[in-house]
């Protein structure tokens, strides 16, 4: 995407959903949840605010893998659902419902970098899926999977925090700066 004839990076940050809904009937995917999505969102607002050499940093997309929905945008407006995914179980049973990982993987070519905070079980579904392309991901998890997120030519970091932790939204965010 191009503003005043400069390219923008294009981030997309995505998480799974939380058993802290901050609103009642309809809202958006990116103001529905709070708890562990919390320091994913600052992360995601700080992006999407950035500016470098007077110049928006990067376009920056949020988006949740939801037990009702599926992949949903940060954007789209859902509702609040009872049952969120807590286990492999749950995610496979959505998987095999809603295929996120479909549509993940749909998603995300188009966009340059992804950065993925889920849980340990989703996110080795997602390896085992070969839902991101080579280069692209951020992957912030388990040291169990350092080695196959190298082998992928990702970056990764180890999971610190709820979800993140502010070292690695740093450490993110800087990165983030230096390739844009």
Do not use: H
């Not at 390219?7 to 103001?31: H, P, W, Y």
């Not at 992360?43 to 997309?61: E, Y």
């Not at 196959?148 to 990702?154: A, G, I, V």
Request: net charge positive.
């Amino acid at each position: 995407m191009k503003a005043d004839g400069i390219n923008l990076r294009s981030v997309l940050v995505v998480t799974n959903d939380s058993t802290i809904f901050l609103k009642r009937g309809l809202a958006t995917a990116f103001e529905m949840f709070g708890g562990r999505t919390e320091e994913i969102k600052k992360l995601v607002a700080k992006l999407d605010t950035a500016k470098k050499n007077g110049r928006k940093m990067c376009d920056v997309s949020y988006g949740v893998i939801s037990a009702r929905f599926g992949f949903v945008p940060g954007n789209y407006v859902i509702t609040n659902y009872d049952e969120v995914m807590a286990n492999k179980k749950d995610y496979e049973r959505v998987q095999k419902e809603k295929d996120y990982l479909g549509q993940l993987n749909q998603v995300a070519m188009y966009f340059d970098r992804i950065v993925v905070c889920v849980p340990n079980d989703m996110f080795a579904m997602m390896l085992e899926d070969e839902t991101f392309l080579q280069g692209k991901v951020i992957a912030v998890t388990s040291p169990a999977f350092e080695t196959y997120c190298m082998s992928r030519n990702w970056v990764f970091m180890e999971r610190k925090g709820a979800r993140l932790g502010k070292e690695n939204a740093e450490r993110i965010f800087r990165l983030i700066e230096k390739e844009s």
